[in-house]
């Protein structure tokens, strides 16, 4: 496909991983996010193998690596300490999990770009699309046209409002605290709690921090708990081993996140005419499998891969959609039963359900993790390498059955 200019909205995790990939080939983007600072919201991430797989595609692998801490192990508990599983990442899928700060992976990205590449406080107004390309306009006035618009706004995206108004995020019954905390000789492990009160996270940072996130069963904007400050948690879960009680005693009111966990529905389509849904904005998940991120990062190396391969970008639209929606499905679905189940808080349930859990052989859950994460991606050419030489769509990715 000939050279583009390419919208994209969003300046989160897919639009920037986006914009990477895409110049890589040689297509001119420029990237506009509503908010008036490119600065990013949240604590800990966790990238996947399949998500440092896609890195390695985009030849940043081994730069990111150094940003973040590797981890290879991962428990769930019940409340009292017991292990319920152990899940370990196994050898031929690389160096492990990166665990890494949001804030770091996001300034990894932008030096990756140009400034110029880049536009804050423009919020998307509606947009008008026909056989030239896609003009935005914004809630200032402005507007802004190129060939293709790519969509990477997150889970309450104003593109996808003007193409598909009737979605909507849905809520999956529970609130989420986040945090960071410097914590030093917590070890290599990250692991979950769960108990009646809900559950608890613990991810391993670089530099002895910790990255700590807590969840409860919720009516949607409770009020309660949004006012919950680290006392109230500290009071919530003080049942629980000590472990959790010792990073919340770390923890402080300053840096406390709290908010709602929703996903989206799968939809019908990602492609609408020249222009495209990806990331939180087309397959948003919830967090229980570490894979809303990932999977955004796949969408950017992807979509670069269809886009240097195919003829156009309505071909290439297709492809992508093809080779993406199965799979982000699976990943929505797989990961809204995970955290129902890890959510349960009758105490004759929790039995049962920790029981169960005990009595799983290992393999059942290890096939679960290597079909989210043994991913591999074909290397996406940069513009000054010799021959810009196409890579063939014959195994863009393992084969992922769901």
């Known amino acids: 496909m000939e050279k583009q200019h390419i919208t994209i909205i969003g300046g989160g995790i897919a639009g920037l991983t986006t914009a990477i990939a895409l110049k890589r080939i040689g297509h001119t983007v420029s990237v506009f996010e509503a908010a008036p600072h490119l600065r990013p919201v949240g604590a800990g991430i966790s990238l996947g193998p399949n998500a440092i797989n896609a890195f390695a595609a985009l030849d940043l692998k081994q730069a990111l690596l150094g940003r973040g801490r590797l981890v290879r192990t991962f428990h769930i508990f019940d409340h009292r300490g017991g292990i319920l599983t152990r899940t370990q990442v196994p050898s031929d899928l690389g160096p492990g999990v990166l665990c890494i700060h949001r804030a770091d992976l996001h300034a990894f990205l932008l030096e990756q770009l140009d400034p110029n590449e880049l536009h804050t406080d423009r919020r998307v107004a509606s947009l008008i699309q026909d056989h030239q390309g896609v003009t935005v306009r914004f809630t200032d006035g402005s507007e ?56 608890f996270g613990i991810v391993p940072l670089a530099d002895d ?89 796949e969408d950017a190396v992807l979509l670069a891969h269809y886009l240097h391969n195919t003829p156009d970008a309505t071909t290439a639209f ?42 799983v052989p290992p393999r059942i ?30 195994g863009t990715r393992m084969a992922v059955h769901h």
């Open 318 to 359: 297709r492809a992508f959609e093809q080779d993406r929606m199965p799979r982000t499905s699976w990943v929505v679905r797989n990961s809204r039963t995970i955290g129902g189940v890890g959510q349960w808080q009758h105490p004759l349930a929790i039995a049962l359900r920790n029981a169960l859990i005990r009595r």
């Open 144 to 199: 802004h046209h190129a060939a293709l618009l790519i969509a990477a706004d997150g889970i309450r995206s104003a593109v996808r409002r003007c193409v598909l108004p009737r979605v909507q995020p849905r809520y999956a019954g529970y609130a989420a605290w986040r945090g960071v905390v410097h914590l030093p000789g917590m070890g290599d492990i990250a692991s979950e709690t769960w108990g009646p009160r809900g559950r």
């Open 209 to 297: 921090h910790v990255y700590w996130f807590a969840t409860s069963n919720a009516t949607e904007n409770d009020a309660r708990f949004a006012a919950f400050r680290i006392a109230d948690l500290q009071r919530h879960f003080a049942g629980y081993h000590t472990t959790v009680r010792q990073v919340l005693a770390h923890a402080s009111d300053e840096h406390l996140i709290h908010g709602g966990i929703h996903d989206l529905p799968p939809l019908e389509h990602f492609a609408h005419g020249r222009v495209l849904l990806i990331g939180d904005a087309a397959h948003a998940t919830t967090p229980n499998m570490g894979q809303g991120a990932c999977q955004a990062i």
């Open 365 to 394: 859950g290890q096939r679960r993790f290597d079909l989210a994460n043994n991913v591999r991606f074909p290397h996406i050419p940069a513009v000054s390498e010799p021959g810009l030489e196409k890579t063939t769509s014959t």
